[in-house]
T-cell receptor
């Protein structure tokens, strides 16, 4: 069955370190998204990609970067981790369908703690 | 002010009750409206999807959209303990593929 996976599931790091969170989908979807989820804020969009070599900033992109070299993967990099980036990170993918439904399928999440 | 407002709850109801979950929004460009369900420590999963105004029913779940009031609702009939989760509304405009989410309402159905 097609799926979307994230790794690691849990990560503890120190302030100032570079961290990369992996996202891999086997749906063959063109669209991929990274969100962070914090209490009281719901899911907020960090970066998204509509295809290989395409990346776009979301509403909370400062301090994060992504690259899309193939259809299946969209890794999220925290250039210099800060305590404010302690959060749960979700990756999602979608295929543009008719009527613009674009149903998004979510991964299980990565819980990141920055000390 | 957030584009999408949602009461965070928690909302606690007895088993068998009718549950009403709501979101309001400010962006009149939103055309597609979704409800996601998220169990603890899991990723969200799509529950209901509605285009523009109107109602949509799927089993015990009914989604309503009132674009004139910028208000959407999710009704759960005969609620079950297995419905205990956080419910997130999400929406987007035509041509945009990223979603704007509400903050989520935590629902607890007591047996």
């Amino acid at each position: 069955d097609a799926e979307i996976t994230q790794s690691p599931r849990h990560k503890i790091t120190e302030t100032g370190r570079q961290v990369t969170l992996a996202c891999h989908q086997t749906w063959n979807h063109n669209n991929m998204f990274w969100y962070r989820q914090d209490l009281g804020h719901g899911l907020r969009l960090i970066h998204y990609s509509y295809g290989v070599q395409d990346t776009n900033k979301g509403e909370v992109s400062d301090g994060y970067s992504v690259s899309r070299s193939n259809t299946e993967d969209l890794p999220l990099t925290l250039e210099s981790a800060a305590s404010s980036q302690t959060s749960v990170y979700f990756c999602a993918s979608s295929e543009s369908g008719t009527l613009g439904t674009d149903t998004q399928y979510f991964g299980p999440g990565t819980r990141l703690t920055v000390l | 002010q957030k584009e999408v407002e949602q009461d965070p709850g928690p909302l606690s109801v007895p088993e068998g009750a009718i549950v009403s979950l709501n979101c309001t929004y400010s962006n009149s460009a939103f055309q597609y409206f979704m409800w996601y369900r998220q169990y603890s420590r899991k990723g969200p999963e799509l529950l209901m999807y509605t285009y523009s105004s109107g109602n949509k029913e799927d089993g015990r779940f009914t989604a309503q959209v009132d674009k004139s009031s910028k208000y959407i609702s999710l009704f759960i009939r005969d609620s079950q303990p297995s419905d205990s989760a956080t419910y997130l509304c999400a929406m987007k405009g035509t041509g945009r593929r990223a979603l704007t989410f509400g903050s989520g309402t935590r629902l607890q159905v007591q047996p």
